[in-house]
């Protein structure tokens, strides 16, 4: 009984973590049909933007909540600011190439970027771990909960919420469902397009950043953290369907419970039991759990 | 005579569309027959499930009497259906030479993978095969252009040149003409046809311009919404008062013209 | 028939082989592990060419020199003919098995999934006591029919090895480009409807080539094990296919030769920049790599053809 609810709360943190870092890449997939590797660099930047800013605040004393707000606003500052010179710097120039050429490209500007990390921060590790602290932890009967894991899983479920919403009932929203189905006919209805990219990516970075303050506190901020959860996004959004919103939610729950459940019981599958889902999900769906293949029209 | 192709109660929904339905009949050997119909008709997935891209949702499809239902279509290809494209389908970035060598060479091997790792593509028999093709569909002079630069109608050349280079005994050419001016539609007809008999291939091809069909075919298949509704000599299906109101509608060249 | 490319070949591999106990030491290690990691990227080439880049071949890589490891640590059997071969085949039917799934994929889906097999394996590597968790294990020193170099020959006589099993490759592979089979990888990377309607089937096809690219990685790794006496997890990890992926995009789809010449002019420009520019080296890598998929998107193989090209055109 305990284990199982430890699974169920387990499952729903690592969960949360999952669909914050694998939103943003699926934005941009669904949208821009580009498998952003530098989501990784959004992600590690995101947390030592946060370690920075968490030194200057809570050096000076001042206030927990405050302190939070900062981190994650500094963070995506540092992802829009990324955004934009890639986007505008290098990605404009391949759009439209070959979606392999796109991934390599990403995949260059990472590897560019893990080096920039260790030019601005060097090769030591940041701890940001006071707004964790300062959160706290309830008792729920011989579980202590962490409040900020909590905060955390609430964090999730608003931004998928108003993913699901803005999608719907916005205008940004409608425009960006029309860019989904078929570009070529948004570019007829005189949707610019371009924009429409440029935006989504820089959310889409700005998202990244967003996982990456929202970790700090519980990780150790250090070299070669961009790199997992790279990894690790690609999954969970391979399991939903890519560019799916629902696909990432419904993948970060798979994946989040299924390795809550292996550190419980089977701690020796712990490590690649995500991987083993994936194949297992694309072996019976080869696209995924959301999305439908469009058959080739001849 | 008796059938080589002959298709019973076909039928292909996608969801709630039903493209296809009710279809049967029979194709002797070496007949030619026309497929008409306006946009939507259903005529591409008639050709799509024969040819083995579609699986139908019921029915079925006897090639010299075996059941090829659902087969894959390389399978198909391999028993002697053989198809061209409604948009042309050749390999690009290749020249015409190679990719006539590439069917060719597709054609001639055993069905198995580990085999045609040890045969070398350009042997030279693939070769004489190669040039013969390119002969006999008058596109020689192109031989050495890439597909990607290829005017229209020699893509469509090249297309239908490369699925008779396995030697089909049935082909289905869907819309061989389109994309195509007027004036040069009859000429390259011409070439296909003249090209189509001398090998005795029984031949279905999809056109939307009736002088065409009732200058090529023997026999005329009407469809309109997914099903045949006229399948007899050309005049007559041409004549028949629910084709023309349908399908070539009351000016016989309206929808040709405006296909084109 | 041997063409001119197979001379020059045979010419290069003969002058490697005489020449190098006259190269220093640290060039011939280095040299061994630039041509060992060619292999794997020789089976990357004829993916790639199909515009297939898998982001997990260290799979295979790490299943070859794993191989190696475990025949050296549980059985008696020490040479290096049985074991390299040991480790191909261990890989080729790994690939054989994943390739089941892999070949029904394209583009980045295959390269995820591909991914995905290796990081399984990783985790497998790390979470298991009797592969040496984290820190891999050693490599006994191999056999060669009984003799047992040591020292700087033992160094000359793996890269003779290596250099064997380079030529064999490459002979074959460059065969291998010319069958149906291989000569198909430009078709299908154009238009594989077109191709299974002429009668064949793409997956098969490209389950082939996850066969051999497979096996070659499995070769590859083998004879890595063997040079650098010492297996680890980090074989299999996905930074070490990105690695290989890398070279295979700078070198270019273009020839046999140069997945040898660019995994060469790799390892020579790391141990450099290592030197050089400690800590600049992924930026080097990727500002590389970049430049070469926006201004040269055949690879650096494509300034050879280009300049063969303008001297054939401006010669009389
Ligand atoms: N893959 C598919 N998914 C959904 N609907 C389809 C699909 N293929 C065809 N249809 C529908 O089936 C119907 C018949 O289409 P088909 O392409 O067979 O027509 P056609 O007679 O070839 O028309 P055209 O002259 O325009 O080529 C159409 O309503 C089409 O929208
Ligand atoms: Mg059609």
Same mark, same amino acid.
């Given at each position: 009984m305990l284990t199982a609810f430890a699974i169920f709360s387990d499952g729903l943190v690592y969960a949360a973590y999952l669909f914050l870092v694998a939103v943003g890449l699926t934005l941009i997939f669904g949208v821009m049909k580009i498998l952003n590797v530098t989501h990784g660099s959004f992600y590690a930047f995101g947390a030592y933007g946060a370690a920075t800013a968490a030194g200057v605040w809570f050096d000076r004393g001042w206030s927990d909540a405050g302190g939070l707000l900062f981190m994650v606003g500094l963070a995506m500052l540092i992802g829009l600011a990324i955004g934009i010179v890639l986007e505008r710097g290098i990605l404009r120039f391949v759009y439209g190439k070959d979606e392999v050429v796109i991934v390599l490209v990403t995949y260059a500007v990472f590897l560019i970027l893990e080096d920039v990390i260790v030019l601005v921060w060097g090769p030591r590790s940041y701890a940001a771990y006071q707004p964790m602290v300062a959160a706290g932890s309830i008792d729920v009967g011989d579980l202590t909960l962490s409040n900020y894991d909590i905060g955390m899983v609430v964090l999730a479920a608003a931004l998928a919420a108003f993913g699901y919403w803005a999608l719907k009932f916005t205008r940004y929203g409608k425009l960006l469902t029309v860019v989904i189905f078929d570009r070529e006919v948004a570019a007829a209805y005189g949707i610019n397009v371009k924009v429409i990219y440029t935006v989504t990516f820089l959310i889409g970075a700005m998202l990244g950043a967003l996982g990456g303050a929202v970790m700090a506190p519980k990780i150790?901020?250090? +070299?070669?953290?961009g790199v997992e959860v790279i990894v690790l996004a690609f999954a969970v959004v391979a399991i939903g369907g890519m560019g799916s919103i629902e696909g990432a939610l419904i993948g970060a729950l798979i994946v989040g419970f299924g390795r809550a459940a292996a550190v419980h +019981?089977?701690?020796?599958?712990e490590l690649f039991v995500i991987y083993a889902v994936m194949a297992l999900v694309l072996g019976f769906r080869p696209h995924g759990l959301f999305t439908q293949p469009a058959p080739r029209k001849i | 005579m008796s059938a080589i192709l002959s298709v019973r109660d076909l039928e292909k929904t996608f969801g709630s569309v039903v493209?296809?339905?009710?279809i049967s009949l029979d194709v002797p050997a070496q007949q030619t027959v026309g497929i008409i119909g306006a946009n939507g008709a259903g005529k591409t997935t008639f050709v799509n499930m024969i040819t083995g891209h579609l699986s139908p949702s019921k029915g079925s499809i006897l090639f010299e009497g075996n059941d090829i239902t659902g087969l894959p279509s390389r399978t198909i290809t391999r028993l002697g259906i053989s198809r061209s494209f409604q948009v042309a389908q050749v390999?690009?970035?290749?020249t015409v030479t190679e990719n006539m060598w590439a069917a060719a060479a597709i054609a001639r091997g055993r069905d198995s993978i580990i085999a045609r790792a040890l045969t070398?593509?350009?042997t030279p028999e693939a070769k004489t095969e190669a040039d013969a093709a390119m002969e006999l569909f008058q596109i020689t002079r192109y031989r050495d252009a890439r597909a990607v630069t290829l005017p229209q109608g020699v893509r469509k050349l090249l297309d239908i040149a490369m699925a008779v280079a396995g030697s089909p005994r049935v082909l289905l050419l869907?819309?061989?003409?389109?994309? %195509?001016?007027i004036e040069e539609k009859f000429g390259l007809m011409d070439v296909v046809m003249s090209a189509l008999k001398t090998r005795r291939i029984t031949v279905l091809f999809v056109e939307h311009d009736m002088e065409i069909v009732g200058r090529f075919a023997d026999r005329v298949l009407a469809f309109y919404d997914g099903t045949v509704i006229a399948d007899e000599r050309p005049e007559t299906v041409l004549a028949n008062p629910r084709v023309q109101t349908f %399908?070539?509608?009351?000016?016989?060249a309206g929808e040709g013209a405006v296909h084109a | 028939m041997a063409s001119r490319g197979t001379l020059i070949g045979a010419a290069a591999f003969a002058i490697l082989a005489a020449g190098a106990p006259l190269l220093p030491q640290w060039l011939v290690s280095l040299s061994t592990i630039a041509f060992a990691n060619a292999l794997v990227v020789l089976g990357l080439v004829i993916l790639w060419r199909t515009g297939l880049v898998p982001f997990g071949q260290a799979l295979f890589y790490a299943i070859g020199a794993y191989a190696v490891a475990l025949l050296g640590r549980y059985t008696p059997v020490r040479d290096v003919f049985v074991v390299v071969i040991a480790g191909a085949v261990c890989a080729g039917i790994v690939a054989y098995l994943v390739g089941f799934l892999l070949a029904r994929y394209r583009e980045i889906f295959f390269a995820m999934l591909s991914l995905a097999m290796s990081m399984i394996l990783y985790g497998v590597l790390v979470k298991t006591e009797t592969l040496g968790s984290t820190d891999g294990f050693h490599v006994e020193a191999g056999s060669f029919f009984g003799w047992r170099p040591q020292g700087a020959m033992r160094n000359l006589a793996l890269f003779w090895l290596v250099l064997g099993c380079c030529a064999v490759a490459a002979v074959l592979v460059a065969r291998y480009f010319r069958s149906v089979a291989g000569a198909l990888a430009i078709p299908v990377r154009d238009n594989e409807i077109r191709v299974e309607f002429l009668g064949i089937s793409v997956d098969r096809l490209i389950h082939l080539k996850l066969v051999i690219s497979g096996i070659l990685a499995g070769m590859g790794g083998a004879l890595a094990a063997l040079a650098v006496q010492h297996v680890d997890p980090q074989m299999a990890y996905w930074t070490t296919s990105g690695g290989f992926v890398f070279v295979t995009i700078l070198a270019?789809?273009?020839?046999?030769a140069a997945a040898f010449v660019g995994s060469l002019a790799f390892e020579l420009v790391r141990s450099i920049a290592v030197d050089?520019?400690?800590?600049a080296w992924q930026l080097i890598l990727g500002s590389a790599l970049l430049l070469t998929i926006l201004f040269l998107p055949e690879g650096l193989g494509s300034l050879y053809a280009r300049l063969r090209r303008r001297k054939e055109e401006t010669a009389p």
């Amino acid at each position: 009984m305990l284990t199982a609810f430890a699974i169920f709360s387990d499952g729903l943190v690592y969960a949360a973590y999952l669909f914050l870092v694998a939103v943003g890449l699926t934005l941009i997939f669904g949208v821009m049909k580009i498998l952003n590797v530098t989501h990784g660099s959004f992600y590690a930047f995101g947390a030592y933007g946060a370690a920075t800013a968490a030194g200057v605040w809570f050096d000076r004393g001042w206030s927990d909540a405050g302190g939070l707000l900062f981190m994650v606003g500094l963070a995506m500052l540092i992802g829009l600011a990324i955004g934009i010179v890639l986007e505008r710097g290098i990605l404009r120039f391949v759009y439209g190439k070959d979606e392999v050429v796109i991934v390599l490209v990403t995949y260059a500007v990472f590897l560019i970027l893990e080096d920039v990390i260790v030019l601005v921060w060097g090769p030591r590790s940041y701890a940001a771990y006071q707004p964790m602290v300062a959160a706290g932890s309830i008792d729920v009967g011989d579980l202590t909960l962490s409040n900020y894991d909590i905060g955390m899983v609430v964090l999730a479920a608003a931004l998928a919420a108003f993913g699901y919403w803005a999608l719907k009932f916005t205008r940004y929203g409608k425009l960006l469902t029309v860019v989904i189905f078929d570009r070529e006919v948004a570019a007829a209805y005189g949707i610019n397009v371009k924009v429409i990219y440029t935006v989504t990516f820089l959310i889409g970075a700005m998202l990244g950043a967003l996982g990456g303050a929202v970790m700090a506190p519980k990780i150790s901020v250090t +070299l070669g953290i961009g790199v997992e959860v790279i990894v690790l996004a690609f999954a969970v959004v391979a399991i939903g369907g890519m560019g799916s919103i629902e696909g990432a939610l419904i993948g970060a729950l798979i994946v989040g419970f299924g390795r809550a459940a292996a550190v419980h +019981l089977v701690p020796q599958v712990e490590l690649f039991v995500i991987y083993a889902v994936m194949a297992l999900v694309l072996g019976f769906r080869p696209h995924g759990l959301f999305t439908q293949p469009a058959p080739r029209k001849i | 005579m008796s059938a080589i192709l002959s298709v019973r109660d076909l039928e292909k929904t996608f969801g709630s569309v039903v493209a296809a339905r009710d279809i049967s009949l029979d194709v002797p050997a070496q007949q030619t027959v026309g497929i008409i119909g306006a946009n939507g008709a259903g005529k591409t997935t008639f050709v799509n499930m024969i040819t083995g891209h579609l699986s139908p949702s019921k029915g079925s499809i006897l090639f010299e009497g075996n059941d090829i239902t659902g087969l894959p279509s390389r399978t198909i290809t391999r028993l002697g259906i053989s198809r061209s494209f409604q948009v042309a389908q050749v390999f690009p970035s290749l020249t015409v030479t190679e990719n006539m060598w590439a069917a060719a060479a597709i054609a001639r091997g055993r069905d198995s993978i580990i085999a045609r790792a040890l045969t070398p593509l350009d042997t030279p028999e693939a070769k004489t095969e190669a040039d013969a093709a390119m002969e006999l569909f008058q596109i020689t002079r192109y031989r050495d252009a890439r597909a990607v630069t290829l005017p229209q109608g020699v893509r469509k050349l090249l297309d239908i040149a490369m699925a008779v280079a396995g030697s089909p005994r049935v082909l289905l050419l869907d819309e061989p003409t389109s994309g %195509i001016s007027i004036e040069e539609k009859f000429g390259l007809m011409d070439v296909v046809m003249s090209a189509l008999k001398t090998r005795r291939i029984t031949v279905l091809f999809v056109e939307h311009d009736m002088e065409i069909v009732g200058r090529f075919a023997d026999r005329v298949l009407a469809f309109y919404d997914g099903t045949v509704i006229a399948d007899e000599r050309p005049e007559t299906v041409l004549a028949n008062p629910r084709v023309q109101t349908f %399908i070539s509608g009351t000016k016989p060249a309206g929808e040709g013209a405006v296909h084109a | 028939m041997a063409s001119r490319g197979t001379l020059i070949g045979a010419a290069a591999f003969a002058i490697l082989a005489a020449g190098a106990p006259l190269l220093p030491q640290w060039l011939v290690s280095l040299s061994t592990i630039a041509f060992a990691n060619a292999l794997v990227v020789l089976g990357l080439v004829i993916l790639w060419r199909t515009g297939l880049v898998p982001f997990g071949q260290a799979l295979f890589y790490a299943i070859g020199a794993y191989a190696v490891a475990l025949l050296g640590r549980y059985t008696p059997v020490r040479d290096v003919f049985v074991v390299v071969i040991a480790g191909a085949v261990c890989a080729g039917i790994v690939a054989y098995l994943v390739g089941f799934l892999l070949a029904r994929y394209r583009e980045i889906f295959f390269a995820m999934l591909s991914l995905a097999m290796s990081m399984i394996l990783y985790g497998v590597l790390v979470k298991t006591e009797t592969l040496g968790s984290t820190d891999g294990f050693h490599v006994e020193a191999g056999s060669f029919f009984g003799w047992r170099p040591q020292g700087a020959m033992r160094n000359l006589a793996l890269f003779w090895l290596v250099l064997g099993c380079c030529a064999v490759a490459a002979v074959l592979v460059a065969r291998y480009f010319r069958s149906v089979a291989g000569a198909l990888a430009i078709p299908v990377r154009d238009n594989e409807i077109r191709v299974e309607f002429l009668g064949i089937s793409v997956d098969r096809l490209i389950h082939l080539k996850l066969v051999i690219s497979g096996i070659l990685a499995g070769m590859g790794g083998a004879l890595a094990a063997l040079a650098v006496q010492h297996v680890d997890p980090q074989m299999a990890y996905w930074t070490t296919s990105g690695g290989f992926v890398f070279v295979t995009i700078l070198a270019g789809a273009g020839s046999v030769a140069a997945a040898f010449v660019g995994s060469l002019a790799f390892e020579l420009v790391r141990s450099i920049a290592v030197d050089l520019l400690p800590g600049a080296w992924q930026l080097i890598l990727g500002s590389a790599l970049l430049l070469t998929i926006l201004f040269l998107p055949e690879g650096l193989g494509s300034l050879y053809a280009r300049l063969r090209r303008r001297k054939e055109e401006t010669a009389p």
